[in-house]
């Protein structure tokens, strides 16, 4: 794919919105800007994939989960970018539910739910679906809400796969392909100290990942 004049879409979480960098400029997807791309942002910290099923009062996390942003997304995008998938395993409380699911009620639903109102509003548009990073106690089962019947991070990270590809989505898996992971301690130190959001250095290895990705497709 040829990137210049590219009009694309970023519909993501903190990371999206640039929690952890110093300078803005520094976000992955802006960074997109000085290969000739137009780019909007719909990064909302703390949100995930599917609505909680318990609200906590945060309207930030309980009403603005993905597919409710969809509506007020730029038109007319010659890519749309999926980033999403570590707030419901990190804090999350929907259900991860089967693959039949198409209620927003479990994170199978929701991601189906998602994948569909996302082709429907770009029918003609590239749409390529990131899954989350690595993160700190990515193999967890309490989450300081309650018990998982189905552990660790890579379990989500496979629904999204899996529900992605049978909407024949693109996937750039970022669990496996990008090398940023801060259970090796160099990586933590240099790329994401907090253990989930990227700083500068980090954005610029998930920048360039996803640019070799977009220029291959």
Known sequence: MELQNKKIVFLGDSITEGIGVADHKNIYWRRLEQ?????????????????QATLRIDPRIDDDYFATRIPKMEADADVV???????????????????????????????????IKILEK????????????HRDNEHMVYNGFHVRTAG???????????????HNLSVLDLY????????????KENYVPDG???????????????KDYLKNL
Not at 122 to 133: D, G, H, K, Q, R
Request: glycine content about 12%.
């Open 35 to 51: 290969d000739g791309c137009k780019v909007y942002g719909y990064g909302v910290s703390g949100t995930g994939i599917a609505p």
């Open 81 to 115: 970018i999926i980033f999403g998938g570590t707030n419901d395993y990190g804090h999350g409380d929907a259900a991860l539910g089967s693959m039949d699911d198409r209620t927003v009620d479990t994170f199978y639903g929701a991601y189906h739910d998602l994948c």
């Open 122 to 133: 770009y029918p003609n548009a590239t749409i390529v679906v990131m899954t989350p990073l």
């Open 152 to 166: 660790c991070l890579e379990t989500y990270v496979n629904i999204i796969k899996e529900v992605a590809e049978y």
């Open 176 to 187: 496996r392909d990008c090398d940023i992971n801060p259970n090796i301690a160099s990586h």
């Open 196 to 210: 989930l959001h990227p700083n500068d250095a980090g954005h610029a290895i998930l920048y360039n990942t996803l």
